[in-house]
């Protein structure tokens, strides 16, 4: 059974900051690609940020660049999004997701297993 709950989404004013979680289970999560997504009312859903199985390295979509960062705690099977200066176009519901291959890409149709998704608000 392969399961991937996200959490730490919320309601923040602009600049703040937020660290969303995803726990995985019924999978070793070295083994994996981990993908962060989201998506926001009447918009497709786009990739956030990457982080390969290989050897960890990470990609940001340019609208993330600069102020998320990801990282993963294998010991803890979980994968981290840290997000900085949020803005209110960052609304979204955010999912993290997996996929068997070692590298990871920014591609939603690449990933099999999802999670439930976490919102995420930005507004003053």
């Known amino acids: 059974q392969l399961q991937l709950v996200e959490s730490g989404g919320g309601l923040v004013q602009p600049g703040g900051s937020l660290r969303l979680s995803c726990v995985v289970s019924?999978?070793?999560?070295?083994?994996?690609?981990i993908g962060w997504f989201r998506q926001a009312p009447g918009k497709e859903r786009e990739g956030v940020s990457c982080?390969?199985?290989?050897?960890?390295?990470?990609s940001y979509a340019g609208s993330a660049k600069g102020r998320f960062t990801i990282s993963r705690d294998n010991a803890k099977n979980t994968v981290y999004l840290q997000m900085n200066n949020l803005n209110p176009e960052d609304t979204a519901v955010y999912y993290c997701?997996?996929?068997?291959?070692?590298?990871?890409?920014?591609?939603?149709?690449?990933?099999?297993?999802w999670g439930q998704g976490t919102q995420v608000t930005v507004s003053s």
């Open positions: 982080i390969s199985a290989a050897d960890g390295s990470t």
């Open positions: 997701a997996a996929k068997q291959r070692f590298l990871a890409t920014m591609y939603a149709g690449d990933y099999p297993y």
């Open positions: 019924g999978f070793t999560l070295d083994s994996y690609s």
